[in-house]
């Protein structure tokens, strides 16, 4: 049975020492086959500002109803949003990074200290090669390949950008992502520091083409058994064809009897 590619994404916010100093939130949305997904994390300008949560809330709440087509027109819209409220006030050092994925196509942006970087499956090339340079305030499109990761980071997590452990983590496609991006974050040791940081990855990953089959361990007392169950079921048929034969003789007997003469 041929599936196709199966995108994955997730997102975390990883506290400090001083929760009162969190300053970054991450969030976003599970998309499916035909609906995009979208992630993003975002950070204050300003302490006590709720910037980064209503950033990260537009783009959200921008894709939750479910969106199939016209995906960059709607994050072109959701990114003019928040810039209406980002230049002016205490939001005008908000950072933040978005990605919006639909199949492999994926679009992203940034803006600020937050990054977004590309971890491939390729371990030959250089860390150059594994960053996505985004430093406009545009949408870049891009086309995911299996193994491919799109990863944004807020400023505290910056040193995972195109580094060993990032490509050791977001490339295991046998582990959840959401696992990935857990042990990613917690090599950087930042729950130690008196400020978090927050993360989201999404992951384009190949799916076998094969239908889900017992594992091997289950698969030879099962083979054992349907043996088994065959030749009881061929016995019993044996058996029961003998039977009615040695009827069918007796009944059908139409010698006739003769009788002694007193």
């Not at 980071?153 to 580094?163: A, D, F, I, K, N």
């Not at 059908?252 to 009897?257: C, F, M, Q, W």
Request: proline letters at 3%; aromatic letters at 6%; glycine letters at 10%.
């Amino acid at each position: 049975m041929q599936t196709g590619n199966r995108i994955e994404i997730s997102w975390m916010t990883q506290p400090g020492r001083l929760i009162s100093r969190m300053e970054s939130l991450a969030d976003g949305f599970h998309g499916s086959s035909a609906i995009a997904g979208a992630a993003a994390v975002a950070e204050n300008g300003s302490p006590n500002s709720c910037c980064a949560e209503k950033a990260v809330a537009v783009v959200r709440d921008a894709f939750a109803e479910g969106v199939a087509y016209g995906v960059e027109s709607v994050f072109m819209e959701a990114v003019d949003e928040i810039n209406t409220f980002a230049p002016e006030g205490e939001c005008d050092s908000l950072s933040m990074a978005a990605a919006v994925v639909l199949g492999d196509e994926v679009w992203v942006y940034s803006r600020g200290t937050c990054q977004v970087f590309l971890s491939v499956a390729d371990f030959g090339g250089g860390d150059s090669e594994n960053v996505v340079d985004i430093e406009s305030k545009g949408i870049r499109h891009l086309i995911l390949k299996p193994g491919q990761s799109i990863i944004l980071l807020t400023s505290g997590l910056r040193e995972l950008m195109g580094s060993v452990a990032a490509k050791k983590h977001s490339l295991l496609s046998g582990k959840p992502l959401s696992f990935c991006l857990s042990e990613m974050i917690s090599e950087t040791r930042i729950r130690f520091r008196k400020k978090g940081g927050s993360a989201a990855a999404v992951r384009l990953c190949a799916d076998s083409g094969r239908m889900n089959l017992p594992g091997k361990y289950m698969a030879y007392p099962l083979a054992f058994l349907l043996v088994a169950a065959a030749a009881a079921v061929l016995a019993l048929c044996l058996s029961s064809e003998g039977k009615d034969s040695l009827i069918r003789a007796d009944s059908t007997s139409n010698g006739e009897v003769v009788m002694p003469l007193n």
